[in-house]
């Protein structure tokens, strides 16, 4: 922590700061300037609030000098996490696809879009079962019989399966039927599930929060990564602005600067990020060239008639054409998909 | 809804259309006007999703008419909700005050601080014995003890209670302690919960996330009013901008337009929208001329050593001073606190 | 300005970034800690780009210590700039009332208007004679007549005048029949304008540009200032969020930053922040409670045939009970209107 | 434009509304559903201000129905504009490179960067002869010199220039030296720039304001082309947001979005959108991925000592590779650059 002092403080107000930085722990660097002094504090204090400081009388600004987050950064670990799951690795050259309906719907829903999933190359398949929605009065998810669903898909055609879990007493039935599990955006700072997700033992997909700092993102990894679960990956998934014409603002810049920071995977999520169809192929395209490390895509083959985000899901049609466009991205920059 | 027709949609897309609109239950009233058509559906969905409709061939753009809310909004209830909490009345004429530390931190520290609540004329007790904190290692609260000295400290001076609930497996613990169920910001859109604190017979107060909307707010009111608790009321906290002097933008506009639309009582936080000490006197001031049905404030008599958000409790003596002030703008706007 | 060095920054490193902060002028100050090496340099650059030296290997963070701005500082005079129009002090304890029209439309309004503005007890008459429209099809102002206009009807009166300067070669123009040159929003930031106030010898009031970090705004203020024009003040009048209810969210906290931060005075415009008239008073009461130095509000005799804005236009008689509930708020901080 | 009706809306309430309806110059269509009524109104109003009808007593919502920008639209004109300058095409398939330094700085500089603009295969130098500063104590650009230098060092390269104009009275001079103007950001809605430039002959490249909308966006450009210009496209270079690690977010997905609104061409920035080197090669990549007809990306080949903006200047090696992967890319996606 720096602490940079007043032009006016007196004498007894920096013998007053030093005191109640010692007091904290810290050990104490003085630089007398011409002008003002600055005092460096070290110590491993990485959630300590520097308005403790600041307020004192004669301090004029605070800066923290450690990041708040140790586990998740990469100065911890300087190579990139790659994150097993089965026979899938995520993480490394290889930009792992996601893919299927928002919620899952019925078994011949499922099925039917599993084959789809599977045919195009992708990984994984999404789907919800347990579903947060902003009215009481929409549809709520099918429950366990949509994990069951959904699980059964995803075995007969050799995909793995990720959903979200919303509430801690969701998790270990969840845990019966998927191999990732989903943090929703709107759970993103809910601590008490964090901590119950560091504690299982399958990998944690943390979705960027919509108006989470790219450092309050990282923390929350560092509650799953502190609860020992090392299997952690971020999930952009656009950010509320004032421009309002997309649902939010996919911040694509979020990529190069999660790897530069973390060494844990991160995916980008185009059909949540922009909530409309036709712009989900450009912005998966672009996601791909900005380096994600996977993608996340809705599709639907009867999207008017869908349960939930209809207009957001790619018909199979224009998602396996997407598919090829990305694959010839990924080998632009050296990837493959 | 209000559906715009394309100026060159063809007879075929607006049978189409209209198709659709009577599949989902609507009832269709369409003006053929000389540049363009524009059909009104008429029917009681208020979850519609009415992207289900733009995304059709011929459509340009699509409007909902009737918001999404019903329980919280003025066209369900005309007259102001006036909550009766033991002898308290919120939302009536007199403006009502609460107060006490962000955390429980001891015996010695609750019942000094409620004292001077007490003694200010405030009449509800705040203090937090579960908090939500950005890191894993930061403090975390004192659990059920916090929840027992707050109760005594707040009985021995006649005072109310308010106190956070983090999870759904909490309700029923906090429910013997407090008299307000508290829901966090970060737990805004945490359905789950919502869904819960529903069910009980506690007046809950819904702190508005940083990045939500006044809709997105009154649909959590929705959540809760929907499973039959009638008292609920709204605090307005600061919401996340660009500016970031202070630690969030306290949007006071917030509080005359939920008295438009909504019937629920609102009252404002200033410790938190601000985060700064010397920024709290003038907002809650400000909030108070706003039209606010109550303030909450925090206060602590060793902010130095306080154990979370120190920077911005006032001390005993700035409280003492700012209720006097408080007091005069009241009478100013022809309410009394 | 502090320089936070890589945990494994080598010597290397460190020589070759102490030669580029020598080579840009800076002192420094070295202070070697157990797990990191902390550089401050000292110097007087208020505006150098730390990202120079961000860019350097070696590096992690780099802080700005000295503000950029000099003049408009609290540091550079410690008591408040009062600053005298004719009769009317700005920035002492009487709060200043300005009022009147969006626009100027015709002889009859303006005089009409100024009466009223001048029995309220204002000392200061708006409106505008060149109109900033985001659309070319809109009502552009009745340019030099509408100057002369409201200088007539503001001399009968015995009212001061404030308007708008758009562009450079309208200075001199307006220069003729203003006291108050208004610098609107969305020139905040038109430098070579700034520049040219800078050298008149009429108070500016700088109006908040919708993105303006309270940073920015007083660097607007600094390049008047420093051009050799002293009578600068600000005028809050809300900044674009992702809440889109009200046309701006009113960051009335601005009011105490401004008053920390810099000696010059600042008032708020409700009608602007707001955009409807219904939220004009009681944020206008707010914005009083907050320390505001006078409100500039927007008043309209038949705002439905307005030829701009005329939504956000206090009627007359709302106009005249708002000012007595001011008049309290006012007695109640100790101040007077 | 459609106006939604209280349920409570009286008889007299509606024939008022009507009378006002018609008085500004509407046709009406009335539907009068069970709950509620409906009025459609016809007529091309482009710039009408809905809140005169909002605040009509027994009207609850209002939808403008048109957009506000005609001659910008996809509606006037169906087909992509391509723009001619020479001989370069802007907005057809192949992808239009602009690169150089931020500012001109002397002649040795602009000389030398504009052979590695021309190696690397771009067809237009950027340079900033008159630079828009923050603070009024930075490098402000060579003025007239820097213009001839940059012309003479395109010419002998076989290049094209771009450079911004900042006020009216520099677009003679500036007329004399580029071949295409630019209008900065902070002039986005500096409307009497816009209307000189609309007089212009020359194509206008609009930047987007930092808080501003697609469709303020949109609106500036109708200023330009509703003068007379028909050579007008759009440069997307990030919005503010409440994300500050990047120095902008940069906004993707108005690519896409333009396309389908507008039949105006759009690039990207990536250099002032991140504000730092290693952030530009993953987002220049995924602007092209994304759709943008062209780039504009800063270069230097001594950033450490650049006048303006060096931290986001790519170095010419790191340039030149980033050309070979766009060119992929392109392929990628069916175009060619």
């Known amino acids: 922590m720096v602490i940079i002092l007043d032009r006016k403080a007196t004498e007894a107000q920096v013998e007053n700061i030093v005191k109640h930085l010692e007091g904290f722990g810290f050990q104490i660097h003085k630089s007398v300037g011409a002008e003002r002094t600055i005092i460096g504090a070290i110590g491993v204090k990485p959630n300590f609030d520097t308005r403790n400081i600041s307020i004192l009388d004669g301090v004029e600004e605070v800066y923290r000098v450690t990041t708040p987050y140790k586990l998740a950064g990469r100065s911890f670990q300087e190579h990139d996490t790659v994150i097993k799951i089965k026979d899938v690795e995520l993480g490394g050259n290889k930009i792992v696809m996601i893919a299927g309906p928002c919620s899952v719907e019925s078994e011949d829903q499922i099925f039917r879009l599993a084959k789809v999933v599977a045919k195009s190359g992708a990984q994984i398949l999404r789907g919800g079962a347990f579903k947060p929605r902003t009215s009481p009065y929409s549809f709520q998810g099918m429950g366990e019989e949509g994990l069951k669903l959904m699980r059964a898909a995803a075995d007969e055609n050799n995909l ?26 709107r759970n993103m700072q809910n601590f008490s599930l964090l901590k119950e997700l560091g504690k299982t033992n399958k990998p944690v997909m943390v979705k960027r929060g919509i108006a989470a700092t790219i450092e309050e993102w990282l923390m929350s990894a560092e509650y799953i990564l502190s609860g020992g679960n090392k299997d952690v990956f971020f999930c952009e998934r656009g950010i509320r602005t004032f421009e309002n014409y997309t649902r939010n603002t996919f911040d694509l810049s979020a990529i190069p600067v999660i790897h530069k920071k973390s060494h844990l995977p991160i995916i980008a999520d185009p059909s949540h990020a922009t ?41 199979p049609d224009t998602y396996s054409k997407l598919m090829e466009e990305l694959r010839l991205i990924a080998i632009a920059i050296g990837r493959t998909l």
């Open 275 to 315: 909530g409309l169809r036709d712009q989900v192929p450009p912005m998966a395209r672009a996601a791909v060239a900005a380096g994600a490390d996977g993608l996340m895509i809705e599709i639907h083959d009867d999207p008017e008639n869908a349960l939930s985000d209809g207009p957001q899901a790619l018909l």
């Open 160 to 185: 793995l399966v990720v959903t979200e879990v919303m509430q801690m007493d969701q998790i270990e039935l969840i845990d019966q039927y998927t191999d990732i599990f989903q943090l929703g955006a």
